[in-house]
């Protein structure tokens, strides 16, 4: 540990000092051991903050020095910094599941991270899976460290003024205030990275945050040494223009890369979370080429195999995309046509705009949607760079999301889930079929306790909340009055909160005014709703859905128990009410919810959902977790289905959700239907929808991989050969051509025979085979043909033949040649493709 955070801190006397190695440690934010600590510090700041860093920047000398005098506090520090020292020591599940590590280190680039409110530098969903994935990462010992930007102003912060309008606001983020530390290199120099931009250079300062066992590195441009212009790039998190994000995710993905390289880190893999960072493939396959002295192609070729992408825009119009004339202005340290053929659909287009997934996508060897269904739906995004490729075969997997589920348990989750799973449960690989078992012991009883405790300290939150929200805009007395007892703690609670925004739908209660209105007063099944979210600040469809809700409260003042609007949405909040409610409800217009967190936050909590079949409840949906709308089709924004969508919403809000929360209760009062449904979605789906499984699953099936074939290519023999592959594959794929197809058949099996014609490409390059559509998306189904006799009289002209059984009609068969070598991706790496002409 350095000493330098000292200089930030009030002088801490020396019985005290783990207190500051506790509170920079992040993994407060979901290990809550150490509360009680801080509690008996400054139980005021800390019921105000939940901030560690926050209480030990605040504190005052006085009460430092009584509690240094306290033997009973230093004991129990020493306690909780030994117990915190061990736990981060302890065996890993990585190291016990792999003890020779099969990847050495992970490189995760991501624009946003939510790890916690205390460093608010994310603004939603992407952020928060990459906050999730760094402390998973810690919890199982998988070596990653994260690369951000530190953003001085964060994502704004949002009030609902007097007309129930949202109003934006920028607080600054000051790092000093922040739990995060200057990086200094070997002589205590804070560490820098240059960048060369047009006509100026400018610096990156860097920072460290802690996550356990995990790093997160950030850099920042508000450095007095830059340019004051520069200083504000990383100043707003998706703010300014187009020339600013261009900035920005250079920044990320370059500056990324050569911090990695300043911190002496070597990473196997980059990770990038969405397209932003894509440059970071450019910087290292530059750097490679520098360092082995070949050409940048080659260094692309030997490193695109240590990238991976995920994708998470379930539309191409979401993909970052500039101007060529604005990038030609940057320099990347190669020839600017080379950098935007990379980054286009059509490299010879000279016109096209450069598309950062696009270059995401050309360098990295895998790729991956966010859920089952955003797998499909970006193979079709992403057909127009494979043209002639079917879609299924379009290199583009998926890994479904998880969330990390000790961020969002709450207490009462937190022990009941303990005392059935044990301490561990998320550390190792627990899986769904034990987690039922254990829970098979746990009486109805109890589960209702845990669901009812933990709505009434969501009841208590929220009118907290909703009081100083009404005092600061004004609210009359009686309003105020009203307020303090706004909510039951007994009835059905339901929470919708999200970004406004047009796909995501979060007015279609609002549908039916009147039928909303009875549902919130029935006389015997009464429900209540809190509600949340931001809109961006350019989104003025979303603003006015945040609008109409606060309008539609204002307008039924007897409401006003049932029904809240809460302001300013963010970790803090969501913690709150995914603990708290018993249903969560999501409306998104399919596909667009590429997958959707929030919902999988409420699951350890004994929540169930209710929500449209579109990302990860499309694929985690049975009748006995949950409710679902939708028919599993695509309609765009079909006016006529929104509203049908909110009859069968309300519909079964009335006629099944409401019932069976205060039907078939027993003596005790535990509704034993809701009951039965809680324990089947949170012993199912807890375990799926985690990010531990997510991170298990990125290791085995893209990290793993990617570290194999990057090794490989360590070899230059091997790029060599990758590389005159490629180019005679280029070159002379037009001069390939088939002969006449003859087919044979006997009872059981087809004979295919088949000329083909190679010219001047050697026929090892390639593989000959049938192709048959698959019956369903899955995958494509192909038979290899054999290459045989050369044809008399050709050159380099063969024979070959396939016999297969006669599953399907002779005519679903049609042979075609790829492109094949041992050690590389096709389509990724080689994208021709020759159909036998039918
Ligand atoms: C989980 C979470 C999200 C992501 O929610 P989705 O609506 O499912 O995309 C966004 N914001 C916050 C504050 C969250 O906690």
């Known amino acids: 540990m350095s000493i330098e955070h000292y200089s930030l801190l009030p002088h801490l006397p020396k019985e005290l000092l783990a207190l500051a190695d506790l509170a920079l440690d992040l993994r407060w934010s979901w290990s809550h051991a150490a509360d009680t600590l801080w509690e008996h510090a400054a139980a005021e700041l800390w019921s105000l903050t939940r901030n560690p860093w926050l209480i030990l920047q605040s504190i005052s000398a006085e009460r430092l020095e009584q509690l240094a005098a306290d033997s009973d506090f230093v004991a129990m520090l020493a306690d909780f910094h030994d117990s915190h020292e061990k736990t981060?020591?302890?065996?890993?599940?990585?190291?016990?599941?792999?003890?020779?590590?099969?990847?050495?280190?992970i490189a995760y680039f991501s624009m946003e991270f939510g790890i916690s409110e205390a460093l608010p530098i994310y603004s939603g969903g992407l952020g928060i899976l990459a906050g999730d994935c760094l402390k998973t990462a810690s919890d199982l010992g998988?070596?990653?460290?994260?690369?951000?930007?530190?953003?001085?102003?964060?994502?704004?912060?949002?009030v609902i003024n007097g007309n129930g309008c949202q109003e934006e606001v920028f607080p600054f983020n000051n790092p000093h205030h922040l739990p995060v530390l200057p990086v200094r290199d070997a002589k205590g120099e804070w560490l820098r990275v240059e960048l060369p931009f047009p006509g100026r250079l400018i610096l990156l300062r860097a920072w460290e945050a802690r996550i356990g066992r995990a790093r997160l590195y950030l850099l920042?441009?508000?450095d007095p040494i830059n340019h004051p212009a520069d200083c504000g790039i990383t100043s707003e998190l998706y703010g300014g223009g187009s020339e600013m994000r261009l900035q920005q995710e250079i920044c990320l993905g370059v500056g990324g890369w050569l911090l990695l390289g300043k911190l002496g880190i070597q990473t196997e893999i980059c990770h990038l979370n969405e397209g932003h960072a894509a440059f970071a493939v450019i910087a290292r396959a530059r750097d490679h080429a520098q360092r082995h002295g070949v050409d940048f192609s080659s260094a692309l070729h030997a490193t695109r195999a240590g990238n991976i992408f995920t994708t998470h825009t379930p539309v191409s119009a979401g993909f970052d995309r500039f101007s060529p004339e604005l990038l030609r202005q940057y320099s990347f340290g190669i020839a600017a046509e080379t950098l935007l053929a990379l980054g286009r659909e059509n490299p010879e287009d000279r016109e096209e705009p450069f598309n950062m997934a696009y270059l995401a996508m050309r360098g990295s060897i895998l790729a991956n949607g966010v859920s089952h269904l955003h797998g499909q739906v970006s193979r079709r995004i992403f057909q127009p760079l494979f043209p002639g490729w079917p879609q299924e075969e379009v290199p583009v997997t998926h890994v479904t999301n998880g969330v990390h589920v000790p961020s969002w348990d709450s207490p009462a989750a937190t022990t009941t889930w303990t005392k059935v799973c044990g301490k561990g449960r998320w550390m190792g690989d627990l899986e769904e079929e034990e987690i039922n078992g254990l829970f098979q012991d746990v009486s109805d009883q109890s589960l209702w306790d845990l669901r009812s405790q933990a709505r009434s300290r969501l009841v208590t939150f929220a009118r907290d909340r909703h009081l100083r929200q009404l005092a600061s805009t004004g609210a009359s007395v009686e309003q105020i009055k009203q307020a303090e007892f706004a909510l039951d703690p007994n009835i059905l609670t339901i929470g919708f909160a999200r970004r406004f925004t047009a796909y995501k739908r979060p007015n279609m209660l609002l549908c039916d005014p009147g039928r909303l209105y009875r549902l919130l007063t029935h006389p015997r099944y009464p429900v209540q709703m809190i509600i949340a979210g931001k809109a961006h600040p350019q989104d003025d469809v979303g603003k006015n859905m945040i609008h109409q809700w606060n309008q539609f409260i204002a307008g039924h003042p007897d409401l006003a128990d049932k029904l809240v609007f809460l302001e300013d949405y963010d970790m803090l909040l969501a913690e709150q009410m995914v603990q708290g409610v018993d249903l969560w409800i999501n409306t998104p217009r399919r596909p667009w919810e590429a997958?959707?967190?929030?919902?999988?936050?409420?699951?350890?909590?004994?929540?169930?959902?209710?929500s449209e079949l579109d990302g990860w409840w499309a694929e985690a949906y049975t009748p006995e977790v949950g409710w679902a709308i939708g028919d599993m089709q695509e309609h765009d924004s079909d006016l006529a289905w929104d509203t049908k969508e909110a009859n069968d919403l309300y519909s079964l809000l009335e006629g099944e959700v409401a019932p069976l929360f205060y039907h078939d209760r027993d003596p005790q009062g535990c509704p034993c239907g809701w009951v039965a449904m809680m324990r089947e979605s949170m012993t199912r789906l807890t375990p799926r929808f985690s990010s531990n499984r997510m991170l298990r699953e990125y290791l085995e099936r893209l990290y793993m991989p990617a570290t194999c074939l990057y090794a490989k290519r360590q070899d230059q023999a091997f790029v060599d050969a990758l590389h005159d592959w490629r180019v005679a594959v280029e070159r002379h794929w037009n001069?390939?051509?088939?002969?006449?197809?003859?087919?044979?058949?006997?009872?059981?099996?087809?004979?295919?025979?088949?000329?083909?014609?190679?010219?001047?490409?050697?026929?090892?390059?390639?593989?000959?085979?049938?192709?048959?559509?698959?019956?369903?998306?899955?995958?494509?189904?192909?038979?290899?043909?054999?290459?045989g006799e050369a044809i008399g009289g050709s050159i380099n002209g063969f024979h070959f033949t396939?016999?297969?059984p006669k599953e399907r009609p002779v005519g679903d068969y049609t042979p075609r040649i790829i492109p094949a070598l041992e050690g590389a991706i096709v389509p990724t790496e080689a994208r021709q493709i020759l159909w036998y002409p039918r």
């Not at 998988?142 to 949002?158: H, N, S, T």
Request: net charge negative; with cysteine.
């Open 595 to 610: 997958c959707g967190t929030s919902g999988m936050k409420v699951l350890v909590n004994g929540g169930l959902n209710l």
């Open 735 to 787: 001069q390939v051509h088939f002969g006449e197809l003859c087919i044979t058949e006997d009872d059981d099996t087809y004979l295919f025979h088949l000329p083909v014609y190679f010219n001047d490409l050697p026929p090892d390059f390639v593989k000959v085979e049938l192709y048959a559509i698959p019956w369903d998306h899955s995958k494509a189904i192909t038979h290899s043909m054999q290459r």
């Open 220 to 222: 920042d441009s508000n």
């Open 142 to 158: 998988i070596p990653m460290v994260g690369l951000g930007l530190l953003w001085q102003q964060g994502y704004f912060r949002q």
């Open 802 to 804: 396939v016999c297969i």
């Open 88 to 105: 981060l020591a302890m065996p890993s599940w990585y190291e016990q599941a792999y003890p020779q590590p099969p990847v050495r280190q």
